[in-house]
């Protein structure tokens, strides 16, 4: 039988993400811009789960979350004007083909 451990440099990066938030907002901008990474980028949703309920980093958490993560981006305002312009195109579309 072979063993599996690719689970274990997951969970080391976890443990480098929960000490980075522990210290948030006191940290330098090459370890912020690696927080906000790992959060938008890699982690699953059991990984933002399990950091989320962590009542030793709900203050971090909730502060990151409000500076940075709720945040809309620049490519977020772009699709969101991408798809509301080509609904309104499909709906000038279908008026227009009903004349």
């Known amino acids: ?55 030793r980093l709900a203050v971090s958490y909730q502060g990151l979350k409000k500076d940075h993560l709720d945040q809309l981006t620049g490519a977020d305002l772009l699709w969101v004007t991408i798809l509301v312009g080509t609904g309104f195109a499909v709906l000038a579309l279908l008026v227009w083909s009903a004349l």
């Open 1 to 55: 039988m072979e063993n599996n451990h690719e689970g274990a440099p997951l969970a080391g990066r976890r443990d480098r993400i929960i000490t980075l938030l522990a210290q948030y907002p006191k940290l330098d901008s090459d370890d912020l811009e690696d927080l906000l990474h790992w959060f938008r980028k890699e982690a699953s949703a059991l990984d933002v789960g399990l950091i989320a309920s962590d009542p």
